[in-house]
Nanobody, 120 residues
Framework: QVQLVESGGGLVQPGGSLRLFCAAS????????MRWYRQAPGKEREFVSSISWSGGITYYGDSVKGRFTISRDNAKSTSYLQINSLEPEETGIYYC?????????????WGQGTQVTVPS
């Protein structure tokens, strides 16, 4: 069983910053690509960022390029998302997703999400 737990969300004023965390635990052989998505109220879930196992390859959604930075610490099985210059329309639930190999094979897992609120 694999669990992804996000944390670090909260209430932040426009222009502010947060650092989100995604910690993986369980019977893990290897964590491959890790990703962040977000879902605003009444909208579909959208891709935010991803990072390869080595950390050498990262991708960002167009709306967050230059403001968000993804990183990871494989020793801690944790991904981080530094989010800066937040805007009210970025309010929503931020989800972590990871491709994980266990003794059952490869599977994609999701966390429960962490709420980010930016008041207008």
């Amino acid at each position: 069983q694999v669990q992804l737990v996000e944390s670090g969300g909260g209430l932040v004023q426009p222009g502010g910053s947060l650092r989100l965390f995604c910690a993986a635990s369980g019977s893990i052989f290897s964590i491959h690509t890790m990703r962040w998505y977000r879902q605003a109220p009444g909208k579909e879930r959208e891709f935010v960022s991803s990072i390869s196992w080595s950390g050498g390859i990262t991708y960002y959604g167009d709306s967050v390029k230059g403001r968000f930075t993804i990183s990871r610490d494989n020793a801690k099985s944790t991904s981080y998302l530094q989010i800066n210059s937040l805007e009210p329309e970025e309010t929503g639930i931020y989800y972590c997703n990871a491709d994980v190999t266990t003794n059952s094979g490869w599977q994609s897992y999701w966390g429960q999400g962490t709420q980010v609120t930016v008041p207008s």
